[in-house]
Nanobody, 120 residues
C-alpha cells in the first residue's frame, strides 16, 4: 500500500512563496501519475498540478499558471509543489495523490493534506 504524507504548509503573506513536499512510503512512486489538488472551505476540489511518470507537467490551470510548478524525484520517492506569488485565494488544504491519470477519479492514493494560509 502506498502512503503519502504532505508537509510544508503554513501561514505566508501575500506575494510570498512556499514549497510543499509529498513523501511516499510503502511503494515506489515511479509507476504512478502524481498530482496536487487543493480544496478551500465551501469550494470544490481543484487540481493544481499533475506530473506524468516521466515528470512532464500536465494541465496547469490558469489560476496557478506561471506561479506554481511541480516536480517529482523518483529516487527520493517525493513530489514537490513550488508556489510563488501567493494570493489569499490560494488558501486551502493541499493534497497530493497518485494514480493512473491526472483525473481525481483515477487517483488511488491520497495524502491527508497540508494547510496553506495566505494572509497578511
Amino acid at each position: 500500500q502506498l502512503q503519502l504524507v504532505e508537509s510544508g504548509g503554513g501561514l505566508v503573506q501575500p506575494g510570498g512563496s512556499l514549497r510543499l513536499s509529498c513523501a511516499a512510503s510503502g511503494r515506489t512512486l515511479s509507476p504512478y501519475t502524481v498530482a496536487w489538488f487543493r480544496q478551500a472551505p465551501g469550494k470544490e476540489r481543484e487540481r493544481v498540478s499533475c506530473n506524468s511518470r516521466l515528470n512532464y507537467i500536465i494541465n496547469l490551470p490558469d489560476s496557478v499558471k506561471g506561479r506554481f510548478t511541480s516536480s517529482r524525484d523518483n529516487a527520493k520517492n517525493t513530489v514537490f509543489l513550488q508556489m510563488s506569488s501567493l494570493r489569499p485565494e490560494d488558501t486551502a488544504n493541499y493534497y497530493c495523490a497518485a494514480g493512473s491519470s491526472c483525473s481525481s477519479s483515477d487517483m488511488n492514493y491520497w495524502g491527508k493534506g497540508t494547510l496553506v494560509t495566505v494572509s497578511s
